[in-house]
């Protein structure tokens, strides 16, 4: 694990590791007073007459207000104190998606979002809600589990949707949470998130005080960490690397391809565009998408409001 979170009372100097001029943040954490509003901002903002994917935009709007909403009528109070040390001795991820306990407090969360939303969402997708909420708390918890270590086929993706949207909103609380900090280490392997596990939806190359340094940004928890640019996200091999754009050079949204794993990934810069979000963006520019399926290239990557169909 080439980026570790580790305890407050580790000495910064642990293995090497200084706080320089060059210092590095390895992972910059959410802001949650800012997330969705910024983000369902965005997606307005994005969703005009001339995007093919307004009406859908317009939607995730909705539901990522409903977050929003959620995130402070569930507050989370919980130590992390002994969890991340545990993981910190036994090298593993604090917040690993895939083994870590759930509370019930997710499920709160999801059924707070139903509530909202079921007034707000476009008729067409009520039914969903409704099937949704006949769902057993056991069931809720396959369906979790099953996205969590991306078994997308057994949940469908119009529920997987608001599934991931409260569990995300849980592991952004629990991320806010974590007593310690990030210190980088040797080695590479910088796919996954390294506070849950998760994968990115896009990488960012950010501006101001981390002027021209690529975050990859997490789906699930929000975090973002720091991968070096013209290395391939994926499979870190820097020497058939392209980048496309649907409009020039100077395009905001670019996806950079590997012609070693034959995986893309999308990178925006906040250089061109100060406003880019990463989900928001990624969902708006999914002819870019397309455009890279033609040239034979799969994503690497997963966003919280485009699932997989059975």
């Given amino acids: 694990m080439s980026i570790r979170i ?11 590791n200084t706080r320089g001029a060059s210092f590095i943040p390895p992972v910059l954490f959410t802001n949650l007073k800012t997330l969705y509003q910024q983000r369902a901002e965005r997606l307005k903002t994005l969703a005009t007459e001339s995007n093919p994917f307004a009406s859908y935009l317009n939607f995730v709007a909705e539901v990522v207000q409903a977050q929003q909403k959620a995130l402070y009528d569930n507050p989370l109070d919980i130590e992390l104190d002994e969890l991340l040390r545990h993981s910190h001795q036994e090298d ?37 809600l409704e099937n ?19 078994e997308f086929s057994k949940v469908s993706a119009d529920q997987a949707v608001f599934v991931w949207a409260a569990l995300s909103v849980y592991w952004v609380q629990m991320a806010s949470l974590i007593p310690g900090k ?23 190359v950010q501006i101001g005080t981390h002027q021209g340094l690529r975050y990859l940004h997490c789906n699930l928890c929000e975090s973002e960490w720091h991968v070096v640019r013209i290395k391939c996200s994926n499979c870190e ?33 906040q250089e ?23 040239e034979g290239f799969a994503r ?5 409001f485009l699932f997989p169909n059975k």
């Fill in 92 to 128: 593993r991820i604090p917040l690993d998606c895939k083994t870590l306990h759930r509370s019930q407090h997710w499920q709160n969360i999801l059924h707070a979002l139903m509530a909202e939303l079921r007034f707000t969402v476009p008729e067409h997708v009520k039914p969903t």
């Fill in 237 to 269: 091999q820097t020497r058939d690397l392209n980048y496309w754009s649907l409009e020039s050079e100077q395009a905001a949204i670019k996806a950079e391809s590997c012609g070693d794993c034959g995986s893309y990934l999308k990178i925006l810069y």
């Fill in 300 to 304: 690497s990557s997963l966003n919280p």
């Fill in 272 to 294: 061109k565009d100060p406003g880019v979000d990463a989900v928001a963006d990624d969902l708006a520019s999914l002819i870019l998408d397309a455009k890279m399926e033609e």
């Fill in 182 to 204: 990030a210190r980088a280490e040797s080695g590479e392997h910088r796919q996954f998130c390294p506070v849950c596990g998760s994968i990115p939806v896009a990488s960012v």
């Fill in 6 to 16: 580790v305890p407050n009372d580790q000495p910064d100097k642990e293995r090497g």
């Fill in 132 to 150: 949704l909420a006949k769902n057993s708390a056991q069931e809720l918890e396959e369906m979790a589990s099953a996205l969590l270590k991306s």
